[in-house]
């Protein structure tokens, strides 16, 4: 079992940055892939970026270059470096870690609002 609590959303103008955290208790050991999706109202959750216990990283096309993951395997944890955001990127923002049996966990999701 992993538990996964993320925090860091809020209500950020244009052009403004955030960055998210996502801690990871219980299994941590088990993890091989975190990320971090999003889902905005009345559409689909899709990936935003996400990266290997062994750093390798993979984003959408929508925020490469402006989000940077990262990654802390001693704390079980992950980041989401957040710049030059845009009213796209409004979304709440879910943490996901897939360990190496396949079985996935997802955080309850962190709201991310960008407007003037």
């Known amino acids: 079992q992993v538990q996964l609590v993320e925090s860091g959303g809020g209500l950020v103008q244009p052009g403004g940055s955030l960055r998210l955290s996502c801690a990871a208790s219980g299994s941590g050991r088990s993890i091989n892939v975190m990320g971090w999706y999003r889902q905005a109202p009345g559409k689909q959750r899709e990936l935003v970026a996400r990266?290997?216990?062994?750093?390798?990283?993979n984003y959408a096309d929508s925020v490469k270059g402006r989000f940077t993951i990262s990654r802390d395997n001693a704390k079980n944890a992950v980041y989401l470096q957040m710049n030059s955001l845009k009213p796209e990127d409004t979304a709440t923002y879910y943490c996901?870690?897939?360990?190496?049996?396949?079985?996935?966990?997802w955080g309850q999701g962190t709201q991310v609002i960008v407007s003037s």
């Open positions: 996901n870690a897939a360990l190496y049996t396949g079985v996935d966990y």
């Open positions: 990266i290997t216990r062994g750093g390798i990283t």
